[in-house]
């Protein structure tokens, strides 16, 4: 059983390259006619494989639409949970997740600083979008149309003398942020805070989610926080391959 199971799986691969008639399945799975034959038949039920008006078979649309519903389902929460409480007791300083639903930038989980300096955002809060770092990577995966009609649309308030001022600024800081593959907000929604970000990325390479860690002057310097900036963004590549499927979850050997 586990060995039709492989070839019926192998199909799927080479019709990814093309339509092929069954010679060419045959051939390439290394077995007979009316064996391909019965494998394709089996998929073509489930909506895997359609057979084609000139005998080929090509990727059916049942396939891509199971491909459409896991990622869907995919819950970038879920899987990013475990790396951003690894990454709280590697660093201790507060960890966000956050994503971008209908125009504005939501906290979606969130992992308590150590220390007694306890920041008050919120799992399910909109973030400042003007300055927060996640924001930041999250709009600058838009297209650049997308971000000067958002740019265009939003308030800028002057939380403090560091806020983004105006939409040009906003879009130049964008662009770096694109650019450089991560984002800060040092200062710039309150005075005493300090924040760090990097991008969490799907499959097709588009930010589905930016992570962050932050904490006060108090606690650590702007300039002492940045040299974290290497573990927050190999944190997010951890996630972005688990997600993205690149990478397998690991498993707890408790």
């Not at 080929?56 to 491909?67: I, P, S, V």
């Not at 990013?80 to 125009?103: I, S």
């Not at 992992?111 to 990577?137: D, F, Q």
């Amino acid at each position: 059983m586990s060995q039709t199971v492989d070839r019926a799986l192998s199909i799927l691969p080479l019709l990814a390259e093309g339509p092929a008639d069954l010679g060419q399945v045959a051939e390439r799975l290394g077995v007979h006619k009316s064996t391909a034959l019965r494998l394709l038949r089996t998929l073509h039920e489930h909506g895997l494989v359609y057979r084609q008006s000139d005998q080929r078979y090509r990727l059916g649309a049942r396939l891509f639409a199971l491909a459409q519903e896991a990622v869907e389902n995919l819950d970038v929460r879920e899987i990013g949970h475990p790396h951003l409480v690894r990454l709280n007791e590697q660093c201790g300083h507060t960890v966000h997740l956050a994503v971008y639903e209908e125009g504005e930038v939501l906290y979606i989980d969130k992992v308590e600083s150590r220390y007694p300096v306890r920041m008050y955002s919120r799992i399910g809060k909109p973030v400042a979008i003007t300055v927060a770092a996640v924001a930041k990577l999250l709009l600058a995966d838009l297209t650049e149309p997308e971000r000067r009609v958002l740019a265009d649309k939003l308030d800028y308030p002057m939380y403090t003398s560091r806020s983004t001022p105006n939409a040009p600024a906003f879009l130049r800081e964008l662009e770096k942020v694109r650019d450089q593959g991560w984002a800060t907000d040092l200062g710039g929604h309150e005075e005493s805070i300090n924040c760090v970000a990097a991008p969490i990325r799907g499959a097709d390479g588009r930010v589905v989610a930016a992570m962050s860690v932050s904490a006060p002057n108090v606690v650590v310097t702007a300039d002492e926080l940045l040299t974290l900036l290497p573990l927050v963004r190999r944190t997010a590549d951890a996630i972005s391959g688990e997600y993205s499927g690149r990478t397998p979850a690991k498993e707890s050997t408790s």
